[in-house]
């Protein structure tokens, strides 16, 4: 089974601080994303990889950036958080052209 | 660009009712489509899905046929459990291959009363 984890469950920071989410797959796939769930909303894409290095922009990236050194891991970065970056984060990833994506359990954020 | 509307919730059932979760899309060519759902507390897991028009996904006794003619992916259940209570999410991938993260729909709660 694909196995999609994420560093923190919970996670609770004050505004203005870096803020580091991390993500890992076991399953040697290309495609990893990031996405944030907001009630009413459903899921909307932020960033997305398809290889080691490369990364393009979802639809809301603005206030993050994204980093993706080993193919295993991704990173999403919140270099100063706000309070309007409170949501659940929701990590994903796929092989190739697959169309099926697994999802991570999802890190709770709160800025306060 | 492409887009999922699903049926607001919360919907509300008793145990052993029938489920209907309307999903319709907009979307050029073909995309494929999707059901995930989401219990308390948990990331997105994979219900069901159809990669082309007429093909009728299923899956723990959930049911929903990919019907291009009025673009919808409606989700069906014959007797709901109450460990069906979760959020159901209608997505779509699109035709785009540069583009190869899903269109979510706003999601559907549902809650089911023994």
């Known amino acids: 089974d694909v196995k999609v984890t994420q560093s923190s469950r919970y996670l609770v920071k004050r505004t203005g601080e870096k803020v580091f989410l991390e993500c890992v797959q076991d399953?040697?796939?290309?495609?990893m994303f990031w996405y944030r769930q907001d009630p009413g909303l459903g899921l909307r894409l932020i960033y997305f990889?398809?290889?080691?290095?490369?990364?393009e922009k979802g639809d809301i990236p603005e206030g993050y950036s994204v980093s993706r050194e080993k193919k295993e891991r991704f990173s999403l970065i919140l270099e100063s958080a706000s309070t309007n970056q409170t949501s659940m984060y929701l990590c994903?990833?796929?092989?190739?052209?697959?169309?099926?994506?697994?999802f991570g359990p999802g890190t709770r954020l709160t800025v306060l | 660009g492409d887009s999922v509307t699903q049926m607001e919730g919360p919907v509300t059932l008793s145990e052993e009712a029938f489920l209907t979760i309307n999903c319709t899309y907009t979307?050029?060519?073909?995309?494929?489509l999707f059901w995930y759902v989401q219990y308390p507390g948990e990331g997105l897991q994979l219900l069901l899905k159809?990669?082309?028009?007429?093909d009728k996904g299923s899956n723990k006794g959930f049911e929903a046929t990919y019907r291009k003619e009025t673009t919808s992916f409606h989700l069906e259940k014959g007797s709901v459990q109450v460990s069906d209570s979760a959020v159901y999410f209608c997505?779509?991938?699109?035709?785009?291959?540069?583009?190869?993260?899903?269109?979510f729909g706003s999601g559907t709660r549902l809650q089911v009363q023994p």
């Open positions: 990889s398809y290889d080691v290095k490369m990364k």
């Open positions: 159809a990669t082309k028009a007429d």
């Open positions: 399953m040697d796939h290309e495609n």
């Open positions: 997505a779509l991938r699109g035709v785009d291959t540069g583009r190869r993260a899903l269109t």
């Open positions: 994903a990833s796929s092989l190739g052209q697959g169309v099926t994506q697994y």
């Open positions: 979307a050029t060519g073909y995309p494929s």
